[in-house]
């Protein structure tokens, strides 16, 4: 467990989400694991043929050399071996150590919100902190080919913040389970962390708005809003960025729906709602609360436009008939039934 991160007791709900996403988690760790492995080999492998040549070097040399000459430095020297500084041997072990902290264990994915506490800050602590895999594996990377500056880099070997997270990063991050009281679920400031792959679920007790993740529907992010934890292997399975809201029950004032970017061009078709609640009349003359205009939101993404599916299938690539098609269409026009 990484040294700055405490120990989280999960809910059983949450324990369902995690398991749930269960694939990602594994993905993440399987890399980490991997990293850390390959490190130790790295570092395994110098120091062996260190002390070898070291060995070797003091008995060419003799009696004389014993206690006159360091053997480490002297095979250095006539061998022209590429010799990794004290700063980079210090990078190995500290990214080694990082990684060993990530490769086990699932506090890494699991984030509690204190009441009255900031959501979007939690998460982008937790993946700020996240973010010291990616950061070791890049210092080791400087290290072994001789550029580490610490004074540059040691950055890397702290919490390296989401916005300097590349590409690939993203692609690779863990997933985040992160339990909110009701009252703090203001999920809208998560939408600068949808990016590249990571899956963020949120799990929270007692009632909600209804549609409080509507606003972070667009069409390449996976957005969800169940009671069932099962809804959440799309999730798990997507190539997109994604976010869910888990209810820890069913309730009619909650919209139930699913966002998949690859179900089709169209909102209507890339948006399935299982449940929509019915809308509270508002006062003449006051303005919408924000849960109105986000279950507004959700029905117009919803709606399908008049002749909408006759216009997808006109647009269709026409079916060619096969070989066996024209063959069994010819025989069917050659065969006399009038008689049958």
């Known amino acids: 467990m990484p040294s700055d991160t405490k120990m989280v007791v999960a809910s059983e709900l949450a324990v369902k989400a995690l398991a749930g996403l269960a694939p990602r988690v594994e993905a993440f760790r399987s890399a980490v694991t991997t990293a850390e492995e390959e490190i130790r080999s790295f570092v395994t492998h110098r120091r062996s043929v260190s002390e070898h040549r070291a060995d070797q070097t003091l008995a060419e040399l003799g009696p004389f050399a014993a206690g006159r000459v360091d053997p480490e430095k002297f095979a250095a020297l006539v061998l022209d071996r590429d010799e990794l500084t004290p700063d980079a041997e210090g990078v190995l072990d500290r990214a080694e150590e990082i990684l060993g902290g990530f ?97 963020i679920v949120l799990v929270v007790k007692g009632p909600t708005a209804p549609a409080p993740l509507a606003r972070l529907i667009t069409p390449g992010t996976y957005v969800v809003q169940t009671a069932d934890p099962v809804d959440l292997a799309g ?33 209507w078709q890339r948006l399935t709602v299982s449940h929509m609640p019915e809308e509270t009349a508002v006062g003449r003359g006051r303005r919408a609360p924000t849960w109105l205009e986000e279950l507004a939101h959700l029905r117009s993404l919803a709606s399908k436009p008049a002749g909408a599916e006759e216009a997808a299938a006109a647009e269709a690539p026409e079916k060619k008939a096969t070989p066996a098609d024209q063959l069994a269409a010819w025989l069917l026009h050659q065969t006399d039934l009038a008689g049958m």
Do not use: C, M
């Open 103 to 199: 490769a086990v264990g699932s506090d890494v994915h699991l984030v509690t919100v204190p009441r009255g506490g900031d959501l979007r800050d939690a998460v982008r602590d937790a993946l700020n902190r996240v973010g010291q895999v990616f950061g070791a594996s890049r210092a080791v990377q400087l290290a072994r080919a001789g550029i580490f500056d610490p004074d540059q880099h040691n950055y890397l070997l702290s919490a390296l913040p989401f916005r300097k997270w590349n590409r690939e990063e993203r692609r690779l991050a863990p997933p985040l389970v992160v339990e909110a009281e009701a009252e703090d679920l203001l999920p809208a400031g998560l939408g600068e962390f949808l990016d590249g792959e990571v899956k």
């Open 235 to 267: 999730l798990a399975r997507s190539g997109h960025p994604g976010v869910a809201l888990l209810f820890d029950e069913a309730r009619p004032e909650q919209a139930r729906f699913v966002h998949d970017p690859d179900k089709g061009t169209a909102s």
